[in-house]
C-alpha cells in the first residue's frame, strides 16, 4: 500500500477532512487527528483505543507496532505501509476514526 492509497482511505471515511502538523499530512474528525503518514511515507499512524491498539499489534506484529512513550499509551499506532493490504488498512483506519470521532457522528454512521 502507498501513502497515498492510505490518505484516500482514510479521506472516505464520513466528515474527514486532511490538515498538516509537523510538514506531513495527516486526517481529522472534527478537528482530531486519526490518522498521519510518516514524513517519508514508508508508514501510516492511526489513533486507536487500547484494546484495538493491542489486538491489531497482537494480530498483525509485522504490520502494526505501538509509538514510544505517551504517543503510543494514547493510542498512536504506527501501520508499516507495506506490511498491509487496502482491507486491513481500512478496518483499522476505520476503528481509528471511530475511536476519536464524535459519539453523534459514529452512532449516525454504524447503521450505514
Do not use: Y
Not at 47 to 59: F, G, H, M, V
Request: include cysteine.
Amino acid at each position: 500500500m502507498t501513502a497515498d492509497e492510505f490518505r484516500d482511505l482514510a479521506l472516505e471515511l464520513p466528515e474527514a477532512s486532511e490538515g498538516s502538523h509537523s510538514g506531513h499530512p495527516d486526517v481529522r474528525i472534527g478537528g482530531k487527528i486519526f490518522a498521519t503518514i510518516g514524513p517519508d511515507e514508508a508508514w501510516g499512524m492511526v489513533k486507536l483505543s487500547a484494546d484495538r491498539q493491542a489486538s491489531w499489534i497482537r494480530n498483525l506484529p509485522e504490520a502494526f507496532e505501538m509509538f514510544n512513550g505517551a504517543w503510543g499509551r494514547q493510542g498512536c499506532t504506527k501501520v508499516m505501509l507495506a506490511a498491509v493490504h487496502a482491507e486491513i488498512a481500512c478496518q483499522a483506519l476505520r476503528d481509528a476514526w471511530r475511536n476519536v470521532a464524535p459519539t453523534q457522528l459514529v452512532q449516525r454512521h454504524s447503521e450505514d
